[in-house]
């Protein structure tokens, strides 16, 4: 891989994540540590596998195996210096019978910096011994290179969901907030539409409810993303999928109870807040509504 190849490829990468660079990475030179870079496509490699929507360690211990680095080359071009905003991308070039071959590149601007190839194997966590990379992380990995969707979104009722929809919940609310086991599950699961996300290996990674009412607005509730995966979209994806359901149901607007730390992502999918914080399950929280009418 030539850095002109790269440059020649850049708009090819779908993935881009951006790092800034700070003081303590700098040289003697004012300019950025070669040894950093290597930290910086570490750095990128983690978030590649969160925009998959794979969790990375729940993952490979149901894949039965560990991604091992085998190679790793970098290729400087020019400096980086300090507060630059560098725009490092990667992509899955090749994935072989037990390897996977990463190319990264760093930018800034338009001016490539340094180029990057990872090689990693797919191996047994006990003997270390390569195994073949499971057909179902080299489809995720081919589906998000080729563009195609890596989360579907499944609408159903309690019956359908409980399962997956309960664990994720009960991981977020009960095991991460402290919200009372009895506090999360309540009679409104089983008359509730109820909407779970799920990447390409079948794993729930995200879920939410919605509660109709006699009148033309419905509530949406419970909505939780595993932690490792937030700020990859998911719950927007959630709500989006619930806010569908509700128009299908002739609803023209939706509420909610936002904790106030989320009111700002609620905010961005074009929620209201309305009325004064109050208190539920020991936690601060805001009314906040959305027109369908409006948002369509």
């Given at each position: ?7 020649a ?14 003081w ?7 300019v ?16 590649y596998?969160?925009?998959?929507s794979?969790?990375y ?5 149901e ?7 085998k190679?790793?080359s ?11 905003l560098l ?29 990057c190839?990872?090689?990693l ?9 390569p195994m ?35 664990e994720?919940r009960?991981?977020v ?23 779970v ?8 990674v ?15 509730g419970?909505?939780a ?30 509420k909610?109870h936002?904790?106030?730390t989320s009111r700002?992502?609620y905010e ?22 959305l027109?369908l009418?409006?948002s369509?």
């Open positions: 891989m030539t850095p002109k190849s790269v440059v490829a850049k708009q090819n990468f779908r993935f881009s994540h951006k790092q800034r660079v700070g303590s990475e700098v040289d003697a030179h004012k950025v540590l070669h040894a950093h870079f290597q930290k910086y496509f570490d750095a990128a490699e983690a978030e596998w969160r925009t998959l794979l969790p360690d729940q993952t490979m211990a894949l039965g195996g560990q991604l091992c680095v190679k790793f970098l290729e400087y071009v020019a400096p980086a210096r300090c507060d630059d725009d490092v991308r990667m992509r899955c070039a090749r994935i072989g019978n037990s390897s996977i071959v990463l190319e990264g590149a760093v930018f800034l601007g338009d001016a490539l910096l340094v180029t190839e990872q090689i194997v797919f191996a047994s966590p006990v003997s270390q011994r073949s990379v499971p057909a179902a992380l080299r489809k995720v990995t081919e589906d998000f290179e080729a563009g195609l969707p890596v989360v579907h979104y499944k609408g159903g009722s309690w019956d359908e969901l409980s399962d997956d929809a309960l994720l009960i991981e609310f009960v095991e991460e907030q402290g919200i009372a086991l009895e506090s999360e599950v309540d009679l409104h699961d089983a008359h509730a539409m109820h909407v996300a799920y990447n390409g290996l079948g794993q729930a995200a879920t939410g409810r919605l509660l109709s009412s006699d009148n033309d607005q419905a509530k949406i419970r909505v993303v595993k932690r490792s995966l937030r700020g990859t979209g998911l719950g927007s994806g959630v709500l989006r999928a619930l806010q569908a359901l509700a128009l299908q149901r002739g609803h023209s607007m939706v909610l936002a904790q106030c700002g992502f961005k999918m074009g929620y209201l807040a309305y009325g004064p914080v109050f208190e539920e399950d020991d936690l601060a929280h805001i009314k906040m509504s027109s009418l409006k369509r």
